[in-house]
């Protein structure tokens, strides 16, 4: 490892482990200074929900911290309230989904920005300030055309004259239902919406692209852009070359060998059989560990590809290594996701998209950060 590399350890120990995870919080950190060059002016968050799309909102977020991002997104209160904990006083934490009635005080006290994606959500902050006798920070989100979260404009134009009473107005959001189509109409037709829809409320901060929102171009920048898949290395721009780093390297270690004799049975179903003789790798990873059992994917050892033998297993993957030219050992580590194979590869194998190849991949990992 180099020298300069420090590894922080989690997730079962190495040696327990069957797959290894290693964040590159490195190529994460450049992935983010990209994305931020790109915006001129304009200041970059990060979208840090669901556990930073899978790799630790902790961690990531203090990587970014390095950087300067000032400002953290996450969809839940208790999403919010950990990453609080984990960063201190200190940088803006605003919670996507809104607060759930209930949660108001904890997040108030754990001084977190409530996004109020409807009258009701905006009503009951703005009790939560007057109960506890201090204004409160909040993001104003409408929807503009997405029809998921947000107010639409009639709610807005319903809103009582004192609706902000009490509370600071940090932030007017949308988000974009199509950015990763850049000749949708959706595009223009949500960002005049958004035009209206700012309009109708005191001045403040605006906030409408997402990681794809950001390769729009300039009109779409506006204060704050809100990037979570870009940083953590899925293609914002599927039509053209990614232009981000890979961050995610995910490797499982071989379990045993063994000598595939022409026409036997292999795996569930034995749903293959070689038409020549092999030699086949078991591996110690399987759809337990989020990968997508309907991949017909290959791991890769030393840059050559072992094509999968077979149906994916729970906790096992047979390869087919014939090519390889020498045997593998048990706990030498072939490499599922990286350089050779990405985490866009293997969405499009399996039918999804990246963000739900990042989010699924499980617990069972030893995981390793690194930080140049
Ligand atoms: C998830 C989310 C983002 C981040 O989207 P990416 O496509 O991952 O960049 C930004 N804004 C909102 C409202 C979101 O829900």
Redesign the pocket.
Known sequence: MHPHTAAIKHGPSLEQAGAILTIDLAALRENYRRLRDRLGGAACAA?V?ADA?GLGAGEVAAALRKDGCGTF?V?HAAEGLALRMALGAGPEILI?NGIHPGAEVDCAEAGLIAVANSAAQLAAWRETARRLGRRLPVAI?GDTGMSR?GMPPSEVDGLAADALDGLDLKLV?S?LAC?DEPESPANEAQRAAFEDFRRKLPPAPASLA???GIFLGGGYHYDLA?????LYG?N?TPDRANPMRQVVRLEAKVIQTRDLPVGVGVGYGHAYRPMAPHRAATIALGYADGWPRRAAAAAFFDGQRLPFAGRVSMDSIILDISSLGRDLLPGELVELLGGNQTVDDIAILSGTIG?EILTSLGRRFHRRYLDG
């Open positions: 979208v929900k799309y997104f969809a996507l989100q979260l959001m988000h950015a997402n990681s794809s809100r990037p979570g898949a870009a899925v914002p963000y």
